[in-house]
């Protein structure tokens, strides 16, 4: 019991007092996870499972595309938007189909962004 209660105040104090970089690779981790459970539950047939772990990986990037200004973002920012966009509608058809090949397709993509971003991270703390 103690230890469940010690985990839960570490991972909210690790939010709470996060960097907004830091929050950004916790979401795509997310991303990450949300996605390969999906993936799983298409294998086993458990379209619960696969449903709303797609959806929950598909409203990260929803929020993700909300919150990339396009418009001070340079050259790099209506490309990013465009990758955001595939990935949702790669989801989308994945959870229409049930298809593990468009997960297969999406899974190293989110994946590549993330450490896209984890990369541009490490890199901003050394200067």
């Known amino acids: 019991m103690f230890a469940g209660n010690a985990y839960s ?13 830091q929050l950004l690779l916790m979401i795509l981790d ?4 949300f996605s390969k459970i999906a993936r799983q539950g ?6 619960k499972k696969a449903h709303e772990n797609i959806v929950k990986t598909q409203n990260i990037f929803y929020e993700l ?10 050259d790099w920012a ?5 990758i955001y966009e595939f ?8 959870n229409v ?3 593990v090949a468009i997960m297969d397709e999406v899974i ?20």
Request: glycine letters at 4%.
């Open 97 to 99: 189909k049930k298809d």
């Open 30 to 33: 997310g991303a990450v996870k």
């Open 87 to 94: 990935i949702v509608n790669r989801l989308m058809m994945a």
């Open 9 to 21: 105040a570490y991972k909210n104090n690790s939010v709470n007092f996060a960097s907004k970089e």
């Open 42 to 47: 298409i294998e086993e047939k458990n379209i």
């Open 65 to 74: 595309m909300a919150t990339l200004d396009v418009d001070k973002g340079g």
């Open 78 to 82: 209506p490309r990013l938007m465009s």
């Open 108 to 127: 190293p993509l989110i994946e590549e962004i993330r450490d896209t971003w984890n990369e541009a991270y490490k890199l901003s703390k050394i200067r």
